[in-house]
């Protein structure tokens, strides 16, 4: 826009300059060739071609004279392209020198350099929002690693608690159990038949309280986090998607690689609630030989297939970057609906 502004100005001027001093030429053709060619210069870009419409501005002008009217249009783009470069070309109005002429050839000049001007500091204004950008998703994915590492070091917090919990159940109460059985034991080898029976049955008690401690006590140990049921509490919070879980994972997992995979189930859900319009949404963690393999796919339809969402969806960004610390790799495909496929190799 600033262009075109610019060089309706200068056109004005050209057409004042031409018939101040040609007051009794027609130079309507003159006007229309040089206008022709300054617009071929704005749209055409490969640096050939404009050279290319330079030479045949030069052309016109040798073979006749009066273009020399309308060369502060070429030279506006002649500026942009060549710089200082582009004063060398003033060399032509000594041919037909005239104070207007070299005015409206100033005039022309300064506002390319202006424009030239604009222009870079436009280039350097675009550089740095891209920047501002850049640390902007940069920065969203930091703070979507803090919340996922803050969420971690309090289960973390919790697991130790338990385990606090657990020894001292065991150093206490474990043994204050063990050591009753072991009285009552006692007391029925002295007692008689009736005795006997009171005792049986207070021993049948404590056996199966010190059974319920020690299952308990084995749970806080062993339970860092119920990966199953974890899913199934994120399934029910989205009661507007049908979910089915396929869950075929062995117990035994490490506590970080569940924490991962709830973590890659978590975005999953929560990028289907958010940018899709499914109603169905499929979940499947099955356990290969040497792999585990995480499966989601939506029927949603609400998607956008020339996007490279690895690089501009955070979301998949984190799951891939959590397939890649298991040496595992991510897929995802539109195909009636959108899927997510992670490969976590196992070891």
């Known amino acids: 826009m600033r262009r075109f502004i610019e060089k ?43 050279v290319f419409i330079y030479f045949i501005f030069l052309i016109f002008y040798l073979y006749d004279p009066l273009f020399i009217y309308y060369l ?70 930091y703070t979507e690693q803090l919340k996922i590492d803050r969420e971690k070091n309090i289960h973390i917090a919790i697991l130790t608690e338990r385990n606090r919990i657990a020894r001292e159940l065991h150093d206490s109460i474990g043994h204050a159990i063990s ?14 038949n009736t005795m006997v029976e009171g005792l049986d049955l207070l021993q049948n008690t404590l056996n199966n309280g010190m059974n319920d401690i020690r299952n308990s006590i084995h749970n806080l140990y062993n339970e860092s986090l119920d990966l199953e049921s974890r899913i199934e509490s994120l399934c029910r919070e989205v009661p507007t998607i049908d979910i ?18 709830l973590s890659i189930i978590r975005e999953a859900i929560t990028n289907c609630a958010k940018h899709s319009n499914a109603t169905e949404l499929k979940i499947s963690l099955l356990s290969q030989p040497k792999f585990y393999s995480i499966i989601v796919r939506d029927n949603g339809n609400k998607f956008n297939k020339t996007d490279d969402l690895l690089t501009k969806g955070i979301g998949l960004i ?30």
Do not use: W
């Not at 031409?18 to 617009?39: G, Q």
């Not at 050591?179 to 008689?192: G, M, N, R, Y």
């Not at 994972?249 to 991962?260: A, I, N, R």
């Not at 959590?322 to 997510?340: M, P, Q, R, T, V």
């Open 8 to 50: 309706s100005f200068i056109v004005l001027f050209c057409l004042y300059n031409t018939y101040k001093i040609n007051t009794t030429r027609d130079l309507v053709f003159y006007f229309l060739i040089s206008l022709i060619l300054s617009l071929c210069l704005d749209l055409f870009h490969p640096k050939k071609v404009r």
């Open 72 to 141: 502060p249009l070429i030279l506006y783009n002649m500026y942009l392209d060549f710089n200082i470069y582009a004063f060398f070309a003033m060399i032509l109005i000594l041919r037909d020198f005239s104070i207007a002429n070299l005015l409206v050839f100033s005039i022309s000049i300064y506002l390319s350099i202006m424009t030239k001007r604009f222009n870079v500091f436009l280039n350097q204004n675009k550089i740095v929002r891209d920047g501002l950008k850049e640390d902007a998703i940069y920065l969203k994915k």
């Open 179 to 192: 050591s009753s059985i072991l009285q009552v034991e006692a007391l029925k080898i002295v007692s008689d």
């Open 244 to 261: 089915q879980l396929i869950y075929k994972l062995e117990d035994s997992l490490p506590y970080d690689l569940k924490f991962d995979i």
């Open 318 to 347: 984190s799951m891939n970057e959590i397939a890649s610390k298991y040496n595992g790799f991510l897929n995802y495909e539109f195909d009636n609906g959108f899927k997510i496929h992670l490969t976590l190799m196992k070891g």
